[in-house]
């Protein structure tokens, strides 16, 4: 089934994560505590979604870095932490990203986003990326006080939208998010940016799509029609 509407992941899916690994190198002295950070970072949003709590991406980020930091018995400054915020906001493109949403735009998909970053008083990641004129919405948890992947988030997306579930699919780099959206209705799109790829357990659905970026996911879909 051709789904109507592609519900895209912002971080490290669109965006480049990797683009902050100058920052860990200053502060830890090796760039590949990026991973680290950002993994825990968000075991901790699902963590604090279970708890029935709440407190924005950004903010989290920086508490997580100053654990991070603690592990790792490094000093860090404020400055460090305001660098990093910054940084967070400002990620670009991968360099796929925008001839793929020209070209899934052009097939007739409608484009939103889903992310767990806030929107602030000013740019948001999409803006500063260059990206943002290509979607029709861009959704995040602020407006529902919950981490990726809690169901609510997939179905509220698709009913302000007005459509069914069934219409969606998210596109994602990391499978927890894919997994999310198909428990709450959707397809799932896994574009394997590097260091992501397919967990294959008993039980654990499958991404109804495999892509290693928006080009290629863009073909699979024209394939698929």
């Not at 990026?34 to 993994?39: A, I, K, L, M, P």
């Not at 279970?50 to 989290?60: A, I």
């Not at 997939?154 to 069934?166: K, M």
Request: with cysteine; charged share 20%.
């Amino acid at each position: 089934m051709r789904p109507e509407v592609l519900v895209f992941d912002v971080n490290e899916t669109l965006i480049d994560i990797d683009s902050l690994r100058p920052h860990f190198g200053r502060m830890f002295g090796d760039p590949a505590v990026s991973r680290e950070w950002f993994g825990q970072l968000v075991m901790y949003s699902m963590a604090v979604t279970l708890s029935g709590r709440y407190t924005d991406f950004f903010t989290l980020g920086q508490a997580v870095l100053r654990m991070t930091a603690e592990v790792h018995d490094v000093d860090i400054t404020e400055d460090d932490v305001q660098s990093l915020a910054h940084g967070m906001r400002t990620m670009p493109a991968h360099p796929d990203v925008a001839p793929g949403l020209e070209r899934l735009r052009a097939a007739g998909y409608r484009l939103v986003t889903l992310t767990n970053s806030p929107h602030s008083d000013g740019a948001t990641p999409l803006e500063h990326a260059g990206l943002a004129g290509y979607f029709e919405r861009q959704f995040t948890v602020g407006e529902t006080r919950a981490f990726k992947p809690a169901p609510s988030l997939y179905t509220g997306a698709a009913e302000a939208l007005g459509v069914d579930p069934s219409q969606c699919m998210m596109v994602a780099a990391h499978m927890w998010d894919t997994l999310g959206a198909q428990a709450a209705g959707f397809s799932g799109a896994l574009i394997t940016r590097p260091g992501n790829a397919v967990l294959t357990a008993p039980g654990i659905p499958q991404p109804t799509l495999v892509a290693a970026d928006l080009l290629q996911l863009a073909e699979h879909l024209e394939n698929r029609s």
